[in-house]
């Protein structure tokens, strides 16, 4: 059917600007000048902001194992050691004299130092506990510590002491590992590899840029924006660090969305005005009818992007609330200096955004008019001949590209994160294949309350009498409280271990205990997120239904985009199982698989690109909805938004990939598991599923598409937001055919 719309088509005439347009166009310069001196504050304000972030945050604040190990940590420092001094004494045994009495005055030593407490080793242990700290060969054994305080205060600590311990004494080499050197290390590779994406990322985002817009002038105004993003979210984050802890980790996502995002946005919206330009209008009018249309675009995916990394502050784990935090900051910022610094420079720039063309030498000619995304029309055109073909098709591929994911095992993030030459990574290695039982993976049962040596026994009897037991040590006995060592049979997290911590939880005890250790630690993490998953599933799609129903007005709109951006994401977890839990490629990857993916990484991803499929889809819906209030005419709709964006999102589709594959090429596992996963993610979703399943079921729905019943159309009447101005009543008639 086709309306015709009264309302001008942007480009025909010269629009009145409007309040927005006045106020971020009135004065140019001095804009830029205060973003300009913003941005230098936060270049300060932002400065050492990845010395104070965390490099944990996996377990949930309020769970059992959680208050066990802090309990353990005040009342029994040495049942909880963060630090590891692995003694090798070469050929050697650790029992000679000379090996023995080295060691014992490295023990001393440690028990000295600032910061340090519970240190022990096994050449001091009780006769029980020696054999765990003895590797099987008797060539390694270890002293063991707790270093106190906070993270930031532990990592200072191991900086000050690290350098006196590690190397050669005498007859034996001393290595450092533990979890405080683990986290301390994750940390200053990540900030190594940060600067190194950022080296990768800024030079090729910029030639891509130069390709997309032909002018050197228009590419360097999308990085820019995304510098001031990055920036501001920078400090932002620095701020945050002096009330809650934040996560390293939210870097990586800082400088991927702050760079990804500022690009598209500014992709859009410089793309729109040059197209108005080159309908005839002046700078101002290009830049007004650019914020009506393509303005109210990016604010709406802004918002869309903004929900689906809200949602995970629903969950408790710092890691997952971090990358809220800078997801949202970032997002917001990305959005702001899109919609305020870059129609400044647009104004001051006029027709000098075309300049420095870098391409006339090999350009043969120009593009005829109109003859922009011929090939996208074509594509479009062929899908909704094909509809139910398309349809089916491409959505039996992306499932079959995520059975995968059915298989997923859930762990925790260990030192197999860092890359295998990785001191600390070497030192958990030792123990997981030289030393006894399950180095690290052991469980602690903290018991409170008054009791008896008979009942402590009893106790020990009953515990050590479980199937998947290995061995119980202890009790260590202090004041009213004491706690059991149990060793599992098997691997620290996997199945057995994980059912033995709801059996000792579930062991009846003349005293309170609660259980902590790795299993616990994963049972508790993935108890908090299943718990609060569905509030922040039901959270995304109830706004993302809201904003998009704003957008377009429509009812079957809304619920298309959300399942088809949930369908996009199948090949992006299918593949994170079959190469990171499931080790294939690790090689080419250089990555050791632990078999398991760490239980927040779903979450994360699903969050992110969840968001980054209806950032493109907003793009796609908004020009199809534009040109639909312009002719009523269905299929030319999507045709003619598929010709005007096709391109666009691809564009930006690779350049954010670009980002997010130079953030995978670092050396810590889960960031590598983040960025290429994610871009593959942002791949499917702009050449699959934006280019063959949207036409092909926007197709098969026909006009059925913008149905909504009447109080619906009044409430977007009265508060909806769309690109162009609002079409008006008009004659309908039937049209056939694509």
């Not at 002046?282 to 709406?300: I, N, Y």
């Not at 909806?720 to 101005?725: A, P, Q, R, T, Y």
Request: proline letters at 5%; hydrophobic letters at 50%; glycine letters at 10%.
């Amino acid at each position: 059917m086709t309306r015709v719309n009264k309302a001008p088509h942007p480009g025909d005439g010269p629009p009145r600007p409007g309040g927005w347009t006045r106020f971020v166009t009135a004065r140019p310069r001095l804009s830029l000048l205060v973003a300009l001196v913003l941005t230098a504050l936060a270049v300060v304000a932002g400065s050492g902001v990845a010395d104070r972030l965390g490099s944990g945050g996996w377990e949930d604040p309020a769970a059992e194992s959680t208050y066990a190990t802090k309990a353990l940590e005040r009342q029994f420092p040495g049942s909880q050691p963060n630090l590891l001094l692995l003694v090798d004494s070469g050929r050697a045994s650790v029992d000679t004299p000379a090996v023995a009495a080295r060691a014992r005055e490295l023990t001393r030593q440690l028990a000295a130092e600032k910061g340090v407490t519970g240190v022990g080793s096994y050449w001091q242990a009780a006769p029980s506990a020696a054999p765990a700290l003895r590797a099987k060969d008797g060539h390694e054994a270890l002293i063991a510590a707790r270093i106190t305080g906070d993270e930031n205060a532990m990592g200072r600590t191991l900086d000050r002491i690290a350098p006196r311990y590690r190397g050669t004494h005498g007859p034996v080499q001393v290595r450092i590992g533990g979890i405080v050197a683990v986290r301390h290390e994750m940390q200053t590779i990540i900030k190594e590899d940060l600067t190194r994406a950022e080296m990768i990322a800024l030079p090729i985002t910029l030639v891509l840029l130069v390709m997309v817009f032909d002018s050197a002038v228009a590419a360097l105004l999308p990085l820019g924006i995304g510098i001031v993003a990055i920036l501001g979210t920078n400090a932002v984050l620095r701020g945050l660090t002096s009330f809650t802890d934040v996560s390293v980790f939210a870097l990586n996502l800082t400088t991927a969305l702050g760079l990804g995002l500022a690009i598209d946005y500014a992709l859009f919206i410089v793309r729109r005005y040059r197209e108005e330009l080159s309908a005839g209008a002046d700078p101002l009018t290009a830049v007004a009818t650019t914020l009506r249309t393509a303005g109210r675009t990016v604010l709406f995916s802004a918002l869309t992007v903004a929900v689906s990394l809200a949602a995970m502050m629903v969950f408790p784990q710092y890691f997952l609330r971090s990358f809220a935090y800078a997801g949202i900051a970032v997002v917001l910022l990305a959005a702001a200096a899109a919609l305020i610094l870059l129609p400044a420079a647009l104004i001051l720039l006029g027709h000098r955004v075309n300049s420095l063309d870098l391409r006339r030498l090999v350009r043969r000619a120009p593009k005829a008019d109109g003859a922009e995304g011929t090939a996208w029309a074509r594509t479009a055109s062929l899908v909704m001949r094909r509809a139910p073909l398309f349809a089916l098709g491409t959505t039996a591929l992306l499932v079959l590209l995520g059975l995968p994911f059915l298989g997923v095992k859930f762990g925790t993030a260990d030192d197999r994160q860092l890359p295998s030459g990785a001191e600390s990574h070497v030192v958990q290695q030792h123990l997981r294949d030289g030393f006894p039982g399950s180095p690290g993976g052991g469980l602690e049962i903290l018991a409170e309350g008054r009791a008896t040596d008979a009942q402590y026994a009893a106790y020990k009897q009953r515990v050590a009498a479980l199937s998947e037991v290995d061995r119980v040590d202890g009790p260590l006995v202090k004041g009213d409280s004491a706690y059991f060592t149990v060793q599992p049979k098997g691997e620290s997290v996997d199945t057995a271990a994980q059912s033995l911590v709801g059996d000792l939880r579930s062991l009846k005890a003349p005293f309170a205990t609660k259980v902590t250790g790795t299993a616990a630690v994963l049972v508790d993490s993935k108890h908090a997120i299943g718990e609060r998953l569905p509030w922040a599933g039901a959270f995304i799609a109830i706004v993302t239904l809201l904003l998009v129903f704003l957008l377009t007005g429509s009812v079957l709109i809304p619920l298309q985009a959300v399942v088809l951006n949930a369908l996009s994401l199948t090949a992006m977890f299918g593949a994170v199982v079959w190469v990171f839990q499931d080790g294939h490629l690790s090689g080419a990857l250089g990555f050791t698989s632990p078999g398991s993916i760490e239980t927040t990484l779903p979450v994360l991803m699903f969050c992110v690109a969840f968001g980054l499929s209806m950032d493109y889809g907003v793009f796609l819906l908004s020009r199809i909805k534009e040109e639909y209030d312009r002719t009523g005419d269905h299929n030319e709709a999507v045709r003619h938004g598929l010709q005007r964006t096709g391109g666009l999102i691809t564009a930006a589709a690779v350049i954010l990939a670009v980002v997010m594959v130079a953030i995978g090429t670092s050396r810590v596992t889960n960031t590598k598991m983040l960025g290429l996963g994610i871009a593959l993610a942002v791949l499917m979703d702009a050449m699959v599923v934006r280019s063959l399943l949207v036409p092909a079921i926007m197709r098969l729905t026909g006009r059925a598409t913008w149905w909504a019943p009447a109080p619906l159309r009044r409430f977007h009447q009265r508060f909806g937001l769309s690109e162009g101005e609002p079409a008006a009543p008009a004659e309908v008639k039937e049209t056939a055919g694509v």
